[in-house]
C-alpha cells in the first residue's frame, strides 16, 4: 500500500515557468485535472490525476483556495522525493530549509511512508 493506505500511484514533480499569476495556474490545472476526468468527492482520496503547485518562486499565498508553498509537502516523501531530484537547494521560505534537507528529515523519521522510484 502507498501513502495513507491508498493503492500505489505515480507521483512527480515538474519544474516550470509561467507569465500565470498563481490563482490563474490553479485554474489551469483544475481543468487539467477535471479534463483527465478527476471528480472531486473525498478529500485525499484515490483519483485520476492530482496538479499541485508545490511553490512558486518566493511568493506566499494563504487564501481559501491555495496555498504556498504547499503546506504539507515537508510532511510526504512523494512529493519531497521527486523535488529533491529536480530541485535540491529550493528553500521553504517558513521552514528555511532546503528541498534535499526536508527530505532528508522525513526520511530519518519513522513516517509509515514507502516509495519506488522508477524509471518511465
Do not use: C
Not at 505515480?10 to 478527476?38: C, K, M, S, W, Y
Not at 478529500?43 to 504556498?68: A, C, E, F, N, Q
Not at 510526504?76 to 528553500?91: C, H, K, N, Q, S
Request: glycine content about 6%; hydrophobic content about 45%.
Amino acid at each position: 500500500m502507498g501513502f495513507a493506505g491508498q493503492n500505489w500511484f505515480i507521483n512527480a514533480a515538474a519544474l516550470l515557468q509561467t507569465a500565470l499569476e498563481p490563482e490563474d495556474l490553479l485554474e489551469t490545472l483544475l481543468a487539467v485535472e477535471q479534463d483527465f476526468g478527476r471528480v472531486r468527492t473525498i478529500k485525499w482520496g484515490p483519483r485520476t490525476l492530482d496538479l499541485d503547485i508545490l511553490y512558486y518562486g518566493d511568493k506566499r499565498v494563504d487564501s481559501p483556495r491555495l496555498t504556498i508553498p504547499h503546506p504539507l509537502m515537508h510532511e510526504r516523501l512523494f512529493v519531497l522525493a521527486p523535488l529533491a531530484e529536480i530541485d535540491p537547494g529550493w528553500v521553504h521560505p517558513m521552514l528555511e530549509l532546503s528541498a534535499l534537507e526536508m527530505l532528508e528529515r522525513l526520511r530519518a523519521m519513522d513516517h509509515g511512508q514507502e516509495i519506488e522510484k522508477v524509471d518511465i
